[in-house]
Structure formats: structure tokens, C-alpha cells
């Protein structure tokens, strides 16, 4: 079957523009988590969503940053007023939640901001 | 809070040498554990992974790790690595079924270079 795809694969957009990032999970994984991974860098939980559960949203950085998930399905995680230090790719990952939280990680997009 | 930590944060090693990378954590409850590896150019993808039961595990491309609890470590190993071997590895930790989190923590990761 399909893994997680994201996209777009690579964004360059310029200081102060808005920009949107999606993420499709596998299908039937109830959790899905967003990552920012800078360069040289470990992964930086930002967001879970699990279910119809309000989503876990104590590592997002700064109000600029927000994330939505229709049901089990689609997430897109928006950035405002982007910043150069929000340069870094963003990886999602989804999980069957019941099966002992093995994450499936998508490609990833590599965002750069000018 | 869990923390983990990844204490080799670059590793270069011939072909054939073996390989250990540390991975200890904080946590004093029931955890879950993972290696994830990315190739370069590749997405993140699981390693072996820790639930329960024999405390040495087998993952693919002949690596395994052993958990100690009494010293909160996860080591990575492999007797003979090879230049396809050149990742990204990341050790991850999230409390067990009771520990009421599903978010896991990840280590800061271990570049491997492997030299042919």
C-alpha cells in the first residue's frame, strides 16, 4: 500500500510570505505527527493529532505556526509570516496508534526561506 | 519528561570495523524504543524497535540493539558494517501503553560514515 506522501517536495518562498504544507498518512492510521528536522539536527516534535482528540500542540514553536486534520485523513500545517529561521524540512509521520506507536515517516518538505 | 540522548554525533569507520552507537534515555516508567535510519536522500524508516519481552533485538541489515534498564540504554550495533551503511540513525523513546503518551522523543542522531 501507499506510504506518507507530502507535499510539496521542496519550497523556497520569501521572508514574511505564508506557506502550506500537506501531509497524507497512510490510510487507517488514526495519529499523525509533524517534525522539523534543521539542518544537523534531531527531529522537533511540533504537533499530534490522534482521532477526533484535540491535538497535542505543545511544540509549536510560535503562533505563526498551526496545523489541521480533517478527521483521519489530510493534515496541512501553515506557517505565517514566514521567518529565515523557519528554514528546515518538515517531516510527517503517521501511526496505528494500537499497534505500539511505530511511526511511518513521509519525504519530507524541504522549506527555504529567503 | 523523556529526554534521549545520542552521545556519538559523528561516527567514520572502514568497511568491516563493527559499530556501536549509544543511546541512553530518561524515563522511569514502561517505555517503547526505536532506531529509525535515513539514507541519503531517503525518507526516515524504522530500524528494529524495543516493546517487550527478550531484551535483544534483531533489526534488518543485521543490526540489533540491546535494552539494559538498569542503565536506560538502547545501544545500536553491528558486528561488520559496510559502506551502504552511510545513515542518519536516530534512537527514539515514548512511554509504554500505561505512560498515557504516544508522542515520541527523539535523539539528536549519529552521522555514520563508512568508508569503503
Known amino acids: 500500500g501507499a506510504g506518507v506522501s507530502q507535499s510539496p517536495s521542496n519550497k523556497v518562498t520569501e521572508k514574511g510570505k505564508d506557506v502550506e504544507l500537506r501531509c497524507d498518512p497512510i490510510s487507517g492510521h488514526t495519529a499523525l505527527y509533524w517534525y522539523r528536522q534543521r539542518l544537523g539536527q534531531g527531529l522537533e516534535f511540533l504537533i499530534y493529532?490522534?482521532?477526533?482528540?484535540?491535538?497535542?500542540k505543545s511544540g509549536l514553536p510560535s503562533d505563526r505556526f498551526s496545523a489541521e486534520r480533517t478527521g483521519e485523513s489530510v493534515s496541512t500545517l501553515t506557517i505565517q509570516r514566514t521567518q529565515q529561521e523557519d528554514s528546515a524540512v518538515y517531516l510527517c509521520a503517521s501511526s496505528a496508534i494500537r499497534v505500539n506507536n511505530e511511526q511511518f515517516f513521509g519525504p519530507g518538505t524541504r522549506l527555504t526561506v529567503l | 519528561a523523556q529526554s534521549v540522548s545520542q552521545h556519538n554525533h559523528h561516527v567514520i569507520l572502514s568497511e568491516a570495523a563493527s559499530l556501536e552507537l549509544g543511546c541512553n534515555y530518561s524515563?522511569?516508567?514502561?517505555?517503547?524504543l526505536f532506531w529509525y535510519v535515513q539514507y541519503p536522500g531517503q525518507h526516515l524508516q524504522l530500524l528494529l524497535k524495543?516493546?517487550?519481552?527478550?531484551?535483544l533485538v534483531k533489526g534488518i541489515k543485521g543490526f540489533e540493539a540491546e535494552f539494559i534498564k538498569s542503565k536506560f540504554s538502547f545501544n545500536l550495533r553491528k558486528p561488520s558494517v559496510q559502506w551502504s551503511d552511510t545513515a542518519e540513525y536516530f534512537c527514539a523513546v515514548n512511554a509504554g501503553p500505561s505512560g498515557g503518551s504516544y508522542i515520541p522523543t527523539f535523539g539528536r542522531g549519529t552521522s555514520l560514515i563508512v568508508h569503503p
Open positions: 493529532f490522534q482521532g477526533n482528540s484535540a491535538p497535542d
Open positions: 524515563y522511569g516508567g514502561t517505555v517503547n
Open positions: 524495543y516493546f517487550s519481552g527478550d531484551p
